[in-house]
Protein backbone atom coordinates (compact mmCIF):
# COMPACT_ATOMS: atom_id res chain seq x y z
CA UNK A 1 0.00 0.00 0.00
CA UNK A 2 1.42 2.80 -1.28
CA UNK A 3 1.69 6.15 0.72
CA UNK A 4 0.74 3.98 3.76
CA UNK A 5 3.32 2.61 6.22
CA UNK A 6 2.06 0.70 9.24
CA UNK A 7 1.19 2.48 12.07
CA UNK A 8 1.44 1.98 15.74
CA UNK A 9 -0.52 -0.69 16.96
CA UNK A 10 -3.14 -0.23 19.50
CA UNK A 11 -0.71 -0.32 22.05
CA UNK A 12 -0.69 3.87 21.93
CA UNK A 13 -4.01 3.14 23.65
CA UNK A 14 -3.89 0.71 26.14
CA UNK A 15 -0.28 0.91 26.20
CA UNK A 16 2.87 -0.54 26.45
CA UNK A 17 4.44 -0.17 30.13
CA UNK A 18 5.72 3.62 30.44
CA UNK A 19 6.70 5.72 32.70
CA UNK A 20 5.72 5.73 36.36
CA UNK A 21 2.20 7.78 36.27
CA UNK A 22 3.25 10.39 38.55
CA UNK A 23 6.33 11.61 36.70
CA UNK A 24 4.12 12.00 33.37
CA UNK A 25 2.11 15.36 32.23
CA UNK A 26 -1.25 15.80 31.00
CA UNK A 27 -3.00 18.02 28.65
CA UNK A 28 -2.42 19.34 25.51
CA UNK A 29 -3.48 23.32 24.86
CA UNK A 30 -1.60 23.67 21.79
CA UNK A 31 -3.91 25.01 19.21
CA UNK A 32 -7.67 24.71 18.15
CA UNK A 33 -8.81 21.02 19.71
CA UNK A 34 -13.30 20.23 20.35
CA UNK A 35 -13.80 20.05 24.02
CA UNK A 36 -12.95 16.54 25.51
CA UNK A 37 -10.49 15.81 22.90
CA UNK A 38 -7.15 16.36 24.99
CA UNK A 39 -3.62 15.66 23.84
CA UNK A 40 -0.87 15.06 26.12
CA UNK A 41 2.64 16.56 25.59
CA UNK A 42 6.05 14.73 25.93
CA UNK A 43 7.69 14.95 29.05
CA UNK A 44 10.18 18.34 29.20
CA UNK A 45 12.88 16.07 29.05
CA UNK A 46 11.59 13.54 26.82
CA UNK A 47 12.79 12.54 23.10
CA UNK A 48 11.45 14.48 20.24
CA UNK A 49 10.10 11.06 18.69
CA UNK A 50 7.32 9.50 18.27
CA UNK A 51 5.79 12.22 17.95
CA UNK A 52 3.21 13.77 20.70
CA UNK A 53 0.03 11.48 19.67
CA UNK A 54 2.01 8.43 20.47
CA UNK A 55 3.05 9.96 24.09
CA UNK A 56 -0.24 8.73 24.75
CA UNK A 57 1.10 5.05 24.73
CA UNK A 58 1.86 3.73 28.16
CA UNK A 59 -0.72 6.01 29.44
CA UNK A 60 -2.61 2.43 30.06
CA UNK A 61 0.59 0.59 30.66
CA UNK A 62 0.69 1.15 34.37
CA UNK A 63 0.23 -2.40 36.12
CA UNK A 64 -1.91 -1.97 38.18
CA UNK A 65 -1.64 -5.52 40.20
CA UNK A 66 1.91 -4.54 40.71
CA UNK A 67 0.94 -1.55 42.58
CA UNK A 68 -1.72 -3.81 44.33
CA UNK A 69 0.61 -6.16 45.20
CA UNK A 70 3.79 -3.66 45.87
CA UNK A 71 1.04 -1.69 48.57
CA UNK A 72 0.02 -4.88 50.24
CA UNK A 73 4.12 -5.74 50.62
CA UNK A 74 4.62 -2.20 51.65
CA UNK A 75 2.28 -2.50 54.68
CA UNK A 76 2.86 -5.84 55.63
CA UNK A 77 3.20 -6.47 59.19
CA UNK A 78 7.40 -6.12 59.57
CA UNK A 79 7.15 -9.58 61.91
CA UNK A 80 7.20 -11.37 58.36
CA UNK A 81 9.92 -12.89 56.27
CA UNK A 82 11.08 -11.11 53.97
CA UNK A 83 11.02 -14.30 51.17
CA UNK A 84 7.25 -13.32 50.90
CA UNK A 85 7.67 -9.38 49.92
CA UNK A 86 10.78 -10.59 47.60
CA UNK A 87 8.16 -13.19 45.65
CA UNK A 88 5.18 -10.97 45.84
CA UNK A 89 7.85 -8.50 43.73
CA UNK A 90 8.64 -11.30 41.48
CA UNK A 91 5.01 -12.37 40.65
CA UNK A 92 4.33 -8.24 40.28
CA UNK A 93 6.80 -7.78 37.46
CA UNK A 94 5.60 -10.86 35.49
CA UNK A 95 2.09 -9.87 35.72
CA UNK A 96 3.22 -6.22 35.02
CA UNK A 97 4.16 -7.66 31.61
CA UNK A 98 1.55 -9.70 31.54
CA UNK A 99 -1.13 -7.50 31.78
CA UNK A 100 -0.61 -4.96 28.61
CA UNK A 101 -0.84 -8.26 26.24
CA UNK A 102 -3.82 -9.63 28.54
CA UNK A 103 -5.69 -5.69 28.54
CA UNK A 104 -4.81 -5.76 24.64
CA UNK A 105 -6.56 -9.38 23.69
CA UNK A 106 -9.54 -8.78 25.49
CA UNK A 107 -9.89 -4.94 24.99
CA UNK A 108 -11.27 -4.64 28.67
CA UNK A 109 -13.09 -1.16 29.61
CA UNK A 110 -11.10 1.73 30.76
CA UNK A 111 -10.59 2.47 34.63
CA UNK A 112 -12.95 4.61 35.37
CA UNK A 113 -11.23 8.35 35.68
CA UNK A 114 -8.75 7.45 33.26
CA UNK A 115 -7.94 10.00 30.36
CA UNK A 116 -10.06 8.86 27.11
CA UNK A 117 -8.24 7.88 24.23
CA UNK A 118 -7.01 10.42 21.95
CA UNK A 119 -8.96 10.32 18.58
CA UNK A 120 -8.30 13.39 16.95
CA UNK A 121 -5.32 15.56 16.24
CA UNK A 122 -5.12 19.52 15.10
CA UNK A 123 -4.47 19.89 11.30
CA UNK A 124 -0.77 20.50 11.32
CA UNK A 125 -0.16 16.62 12.22
CA UNK A 126 -1.92 15.44 9.51
CA UNK A 127 -0.88 16.52 5.30
CA UNK A 128 -2.71 19.45 3.91
CA UNK A 129 -4.35 16.65 1.20
CA UNK A 130 -6.88 16.27 4.73
CA UNK A 131 -7.21 19.34 5.47
CA UNK A 132 -10.69 21.26 5.29
CA UNK A 133 -10.72 25.08 4.75
CA UNK A 134 -11.80 26.95 7.96
CA UNK A 135 -11.29 23.65 9.84
CA UNK A 136 -7.90 23.32 12.22
CA UNK A 137 -9.06 20.57 14.55
CA UNK A 138 -10.95 17.45 14.89
CA UNK A 139 -8.70 15.50 12.21
CA UNK A 140 -7.92 12.05 13.33
CA UNK A 141 -4.52 10.27 12.85
CA UNK A 142 -3.19 8.45 9.58
CA UNK A 143 -2.29 5.26 9.78
CA UNK A 144 -4.20 3.52 12.32
CA UNK A 145 -5.60 -0.31 12.39
CA UNK A 146 -8.96 -0.13 10.22
CA UNK A 147 -10.33 -0.83 13.44
CA UNK A 148 -9.67 2.18 14.62
CA UNK A 149 -11.21 4.47 11.71
CA UNK A 150 -14.52 1.88 12.26
CA UNK A 151 -14.40 2.77 15.97
CA UNK A 152 -14.49 6.71 15.10
CA UNK A 153 -18.00 6.24 13.89
CA UNK A 154 -18.95 6.78 17.67
CA UNK A 155 -16.61 9.44 18.13
CA UNK A 156 -16.22 13.19 17.70
CA UNK A 157 -14.45 14.20 15.08
CA UNK A 158 -14.69 16.52 11.97
CA UNK A 159 -16.64 13.92 9.17
CA UNK A 160 -18.03 12.64 12.29
CA UNK A 161 -21.56 14.36 10.59
CA UNK A 162 -20.54 13.82 6.81
CA UNK A 163 -20.81 9.69 7.84
CA UNK A 164 -23.89 10.30 10.10
CA UNK A 165 -26.39 12.39 7.41
CA UNK A 166 -25.45 9.54 4.72
CA UNK A 167 -25.43 6.48 6.96
CA UNK A 168 -28.70 7.50 8.89
CA UNK A 169 -30.37 7.68 5.36
CA UNK A 170 -29.13 5.20 3.57
CA UNK A 171 -30.31 2.87 6.84
CA UNK A 172 -33.77 4.99 5.90
CA UNK A 173 -33.63 3.75 2.12
CA UNK A 174 -33.47 0.21 3.02
CA UNK A 175 -36.60 0.53 5.06
CA UNK A 176 -38.64 2.28 2.26
CA UNK A 177 -37.61 -0.77 0.21
CA UNK A 178 -38.77 -2.98 2.48
CA UNK A 179 -42.35 -0.97 2.57
CA UNK A 180 -41.71 -0.74 -1.15
CA UNK A 181 -41.75 -4.29 -1.43
CA UNK A 182 -44.89 -5.14 0.38
CA UNK A 183 -46.65 -3.40 -2.76
CA UNK A 184 -44.77 -3.52 -5.72
CA UNK A 185 -44.23 -6.88 -7.59
CA UNK A 186 -40.01 -6.41 -8.30
CA UNK A 187 -39.68 -9.87 -9.65
CA UNK A 188 -43.13 -10.09 -12.31
CA UNK A 189 -43.81 -6.89 -13.17
CA UNK A 190 -41.25 -5.45 -15.86
CA UNK A 191 -42.06 -1.75 -15.59
CA UNK A 192 -40.79 -1.70 -11.55
CA UNK A 193 -37.06 -2.32 -12.63
CA UNK A 194 -36.51 1.14 -12.87
CA UNK A 195 -38.09 1.96 -9.79
CA UNK A 196 -35.81 -1.00 -7.94
CA UNK A 197 -32.68 0.68 -9.97
CA UNK A 198 -33.33 3.85 -8.30
CA UNK A 199 -33.76 2.70 -5.07
CA UNK A 200 -30.00 0.86 -5.12
CA UNK A 201 -28.62 3.71 -6.70
CA UNK A 202 -29.79 6.12 -3.77
CA UNK A 203 -28.38 3.56 -1.43
CA UNK A 204 -25.11 2.69 -3.34
CA UNK A 205 -24.62 6.62 -3.22
CA UNK A 206 -25.14 7.07 0.33
CA UNK A 207 -23.09 4.11 1.73
CA UNK A 208 -20.00 4.56 -0.38
CA UNK A 209 -20.16 8.16 0.72
CA UNK A 210 -20.72 6.88 4.15
CA UNK A 211 -17.34 4.87 3.85
CA UNK A 212 -15.54 7.45 2.18
CA UNK A 213 -15.80 9.81 5.05
CA UNK A 214 -15.56 7.58 7.56
CA UNK A 215 -11.85 5.56 6.12
CA UNK A 216 -10.50 8.11 4.30
CA UNK A 217 -8.43 9.37 6.90
CA UNK A 218 -6.26 6.12 6.97
CA UNK A 219 -3.57 7.14 4.58
CA UNK A 220 -3.46 9.88 1.46
CA UNK A 221 -3.43 6.62 -0.90
CA UNK A 222 -6.85 5.39 0.71
CA UNK A 223 -7.50 9.04 0.87
CA UNK A 224 -8.15 9.60 -3.19
CA UNK A 225 -9.27 5.33 -3.48
CA UNK A 226 -12.49 5.91 -1.08
CA UNK A 227 -13.32 9.55 -2.93
CA UNK A 228 -13.36 7.69 -6.02
CA UNK A 229 -15.23 5.12 -4.79
CA UNK A 230 -17.37 8.29 -3.94
CA UNK A 231 -17.90 9.72 -6.98
CA UNK A 232 -18.68 6.02 -9.02
CA UNK A 233 -21.52 6.18 -6.36
CA UNK A 234 -22.27 9.79 -7.50
CA UNK A 235 -22.24 8.42 -11.02
CA UNK A 236 -24.45 5.20 -10.57
CA UNK A 237 -27.17 8.26 -8.46
CA UNK A 238 -27.34 10.11 -11.58
CA UNK A 239 -28.31 7.59 -13.90
CA UNK A 240 -30.71 5.61 -11.91
CA UNK A 241 -32.06 9.20 -11.45
CA UNK A 242 -32.02 9.69 -15.47
CA UNK A 243 -33.68 6.51 -16.06
CA UNK A 244 -36.42 7.23 -12.91
CA UNK A 245 -37.25 10.49 -14.34
CA UNK A 246 -37.16 9.07 -18.39
CA UNK A 247 -39.00 6.48 -17.34
CA UNK A 248 -42.04 7.34 -15.09
CA UNK A 249 -42.36 10.98 -15.13
CA UNK A 250 -41.30 12.46 -18.52
CA UNK A 251 -44.53 13.71 -20.45
CA UNK A 252 -45.46 12.32 -23.91
CA UNK A 253 -44.39 15.02 -25.66
CA UNK A 254 -40.87 15.36 -24.07
CA UNK A 255 -40.48 11.68 -24.51
CA UNK A 256 -40.82 11.84 -28.56
CA UNK A 257 -37.93 14.42 -28.54
CA UNK A 258 -36.06 12.74 -26.58
CA UNK A 259 -36.73 9.10 -26.56
CA UNK A 260 -33.39 8.22 -28.74
CA UNK A 261 -30.28 10.14 -26.94
CA UNK A 262 -31.88 10.45 -23.48
CA UNK A 263 -30.38 7.12 -21.75
CA UNK A 264 -27.19 7.04 -23.54
CA UNK A 265 -26.00 10.72 -23.27
CA UNK A 266 -27.53 10.06 -18.99
CA UNK A 267 -24.88 7.34 -19.16
CA UNK A 268 -22.36 9.38 -20.43
CA UNK A 269 -22.63 12.32 -18.82
CA UNK A 270 -22.50 10.23 -15.54
CA UNK A 271 -19.56 8.17 -16.44
CA UNK A 272 -17.84 12.11 -17.36
CA UNK A 273 -18.95 13.47 -14.20
CA UNK A 274 -17.31 10.62 -12.34
CA UNK A 275 -14.00 11.22 -14.33
CA UNK A 276 -14.03 14.86 -13.42
CA UNK A 277 -14.54 14.60 -9.93
CA UNK A 278 -11.80 11.53 -9.95
CA UNK A 279 -9.54 13.70 -12.23
CA UNK A 280 -10.18 16.87 -9.61
CA UNK A 281 -9.23 15.32 -6.95
CA UNK A 282 -6.25 13.80 -8.48
CA UNK A 283 -4.51 17.40 -9.40
CA UNK A 284 -5.61 18.72 -6.58
CA UNK A 285 -5.41 22.45 -8.00
CA UNK A 286 -8.03 24.53 -6.31
CA UNK A 287 -10.31 27.09 -8.58
CA UNK A 288 -11.26 26.97 -12.00
CA UNK A 289 -9.54 24.68 -13.42
CA UNK A 290 -10.31 22.18 -10.49
CA UNK A 291 -13.99 23.40 -10.43
CA UNK A 292 -14.14 22.69 -13.90
CA UNK A 293 -13.39 19.33 -14.33
CA UNK A 294 -15.86 19.25 -11.27
CA UNK A 295 -18.45 20.95 -11.71
CA UNK A 296 -19.31 21.55 -15.40
CA UNK A 297 -20.01 17.85 -15.76
CA UNK A 298 -22.21 17.49 -13.09
CA UNK A 299 -23.64 20.52 -13.82
CA UNK A 300 -24.57 18.91 -17.60
CA UNK A 301 -25.75 15.61 -16.08
CA UNK A 302 -28.16 17.47 -13.67
CA UNK A 303 -29.59 19.34 -16.59
CA UNK A 304 -30.42 16.63 -18.81
CA UNK A 305 -31.46 14.38 -15.75
CA UNK A 306 -34.12 16.46 -14.09
CA UNK A 307 -35.48 17.64 -17.88
CA UNK A 308 -38.57 15.73 -18.05
CA UNK A 309 -39.67 16.66 -14.45
CA UNK A 310 -38.87 20.32 -15.41
CA UNK A 311 -40.77 19.45 -18.83
CA UNK A 312 -43.76 18.61 -16.79
CA UNK A 313 -43.96 21.45 -14.36
CA UNK A 314 -43.57 23.64 -16.99
CA UNK A 315 -46.57 22.18 -18.97
CA UNK A 316 -48.86 21.30 -15.78
CA UNK A 317 -51.53 23.22 -16.98
CA UNK A 318 -52.64 24.32 -13.16
CA UNK A 319 -49.67 24.72 -11.21
CA UNK A 320 -52.43 23.76 -8.27
CA UNK A 321 -53.24 20.88 -9.88
CA UNK A 322 -54.21 18.21 -7.47
CA UNK A 323 -50.89 16.06 -7.92
CA UNK A 324 -48.59 15.07 -4.85
CA UNK A 325 -45.99 13.70 -7.17
CA UNK A 326 -45.52 17.56 -8.76
CA UNK A 327 -45.29 18.44 -5.37
CA UNK A 328 -42.40 16.23 -4.61
CA UNK A 329 -40.72 16.73 -7.84
CA UNK A 330 -40.61 20.68 -7.09
CA UNK A 331 -39.40 19.86 -3.63
CA UNK A 332 -36.42 17.52 -5.07
CA UNK A 333 -35.59 20.18 -7.17
CA UNK A 334 -35.33 23.37 -4.52
CA UNK A 335 -33.27 20.77 -2.58
CA UNK A 336 -31.62 19.59 -4.76
CA UNK A 337 -30.54 23.18 -5.58
CA UNK A 338 -29.89 24.44 -2.04
CA UNK A 339 -27.82 21.21 -1.94
CA UNK A 340 -25.53 22.63 -4.66
CA UNK A 341 -25.01 25.92 -3.00
CA UNK A 342 -23.71 24.63 -0.49
CA UNK A 343 -21.36 22.02 -1.96
CA UNK A 344 -18.11 24.23 -2.42
CA UNK A 345 -18.91 27.57 -1.12
CA UNK A 346 -17.37 26.51 2.64
CA UNK A 347 -20.47 28.45 4.40
CA UNK A 348 -20.80 28.96 7.44
CA UNK A 349 -17.51 27.84 8.48
CA UNK A 350 -16.34 30.89 6.30
CA UNK A 351 -18.05 33.60 8.55
CA UNK A 352 -16.51 31.08 11.72
CA UNK A 353 -13.50 29.87 11.14
CA UNK A 354 -12.01 27.27 13.71
CA UNK A 355 -15.20 27.69 14.69
CA UNK A 356 -17.49 24.62 12.91
CA UNK A 357 -14.47 21.79 14.07
CA UNK A 358 -17.93 18.93 14.55
CA UNK A 359 -20.90 20.87 13.80
CA UNK A 360 -21.93 23.90 11.01
CA UNK A 361 -19.63 22.77 7.90
CA UNK A 362 -20.99 23.59 4.78
CA UNK A 363 -20.55 20.00 3.44
CA UNK A 364 -22.53 18.58 6.16
CA UNK A 365 -25.46 21.01 5.19
CA UNK A 366 -25.04 19.65 1.42
CA UNK A 367 -25.11 16.41 2.39
CA UNK A 368 -28.88 17.32 4.56
CA UNK A 369 -29.94 19.10 1.70
CA UNK A 370 -28.93 16.29 -0.90
CA UNK A 371 -30.40 13.25 1.81
CA UNK A 372 -33.76 15.32 1.56
CA UNK A 373 -33.90 15.22 -2.69
CA UNK A 374 -33.11 11.93 -2.24
CA UNK A 375 -36.49 11.07 0.05
CA UNK A 376 -38.55 13.55 -1.93
CA UNK A 377 -37.57 12.06 -5.39
CA UNK A 378 -38.26 8.57 -4.24
CA UNK A 379 -41.83 9.58 -3.31
CA UNK A 380 -42.00 11.23 -6.37
CA UNK A 381 -41.37 8.13 -8.59
CA UNK A 382 -43.15 6.08 -6.30
CA UNK A 383 -46.18 8.04 -6.65
CA UNK A 384 -45.44 7.95 -10.81
CA UNK A 385 -44.98 4.55 -10.26
CA UNK A 386 -48.54 3.73 -8.84
CA UNK A 387 -50.84 6.69 -10.92
CA UNK A 388 -49.14 7.08 -14.34
CA UNK A 389 -49.30 3.59 -15.63
CA UNK A 390 -51.44 4.20 -18.26
CA UNK A 391 -49.21 7.24 -19.26
CA UNK A 392 -45.66 5.28 -19.06
CA UNK A 393 -46.50 1.86 -19.63
CA UNK A 394 -46.97 2.54 -23.73
CA UNK A 395 -44.07 5.11 -24.24
CA UNK A 396 -41.27 1.67 -22.93
CA UNK A 397 -42.78 -1.15 -24.83
CA UNK A 398 -40.36 -1.06 -27.77
CA UNK A 399 -36.99 -0.49 -25.32
CA UNK A 400 -37.77 -2.57 -22.19
CA UNK A 401 -34.28 -3.86 -21.81
CA UNK A 402 -31.83 -1.55 -22.81
CA UNK A 403 -32.18 0.62 -19.94
CA UNK A 404 -30.48 -2.59 -17.77
CA UNK A 405 -27.54 -2.56 -20.18
CA UNK A 406 -26.78 0.73 -19.46
CA UNK A 407 -27.33 0.91 -16.26
CA UNK A 408 -24.00 -1.46 -15.91
CA UNK A 409 -22.10 0.62 -18.43
CA UNK A 410 -22.23 3.48 -16.14
CA UNK A 411 -21.13 1.40 -13.06
CA UNK A 412 -18.33 -0.51 -15.02
CA UNK A 413 -17.10 2.23 -16.77
CA UNK A 414 -17.10 4.44 -13.52
CA UNK A 415 -15.06 2.24 -11.72
CA UNK A 416 -12.62 1.10 -14.32
CA UNK A 417 -11.88 4.61 -14.64
CA UNK A 418 -11.52 5.31 -10.81
CA UNK A 419 -9.13 2.01 -10.86
CA UNK A 420 -7.07 3.99 -13.47
CA UNK A 421 -6.90 6.77 -11.66
CA UNK A 422 -5.99 4.67 -8.30
CA UNK A 423 -3.10 3.69 -10.26
CA UNK A 424 -1.94 7.17 -11.56
CA UNK A 425 -2.15 7.79 -7.27
CA UNK A 426 -0.37 5.12 -6.51
CA UNK A 427 2.76 6.19 -8.73
CA UNK A 428 2.79 10.11 -7.61
CA UNK A 429 2.75 9.05 -3.96
CA UNK A 430 5.58 6.10 -5.31
CA UNK A 431 7.36 9.24 -6.94
CA UNK A 432 6.90 11.54 -3.91
CA UNK A 433 8.27 8.56 -1.44
CA UNK A 434 11.77 8.50 -3.25
ZN1 LIG B 1 -19.58 14.14 1.19
Not at 102 to 122: C, K, L, Y
Request: aromatic share 14%; charged share 15%.
Amino acid sequence: MTGGTPGPPWSWVWGAPGPPRATRRRGGGRGERPAGHSRPTPPASGPAHPPPLYQAAGRWGTPRAAVRVGLLCRFAPPQLPAWPTAMATVVAQRLSHLLPSWRQAHQEPQPSGQPEPVFTVDRTQVPPLFWKPYVYAGYRPLHQTWRFYFRTLFQQHNEAVNVWTHLLAALALLLRLAIFVRSVDFWGDPHALPLFLIVLASFTYLSLSALAHLLQAKSEFWHYNFFFLDYVGVAVYQFGSALAHFYYAIEPAWHAQVQTVFLPLAAFLAWLSCTGSCYNKYIQKPGLLGRTCQEVPSALAYALDISPVVHRILVSPDPTTDDPALLYHKCQVVFFLLAAAFFSAFVPERWFPGSCHIFGQGHQVFHVFLVLCTLAQLEAVALDFEARRPIYEPLHTRWPHNFSGLFLLTVGSSVLTAFLLSQLVRRKLDQKTQ
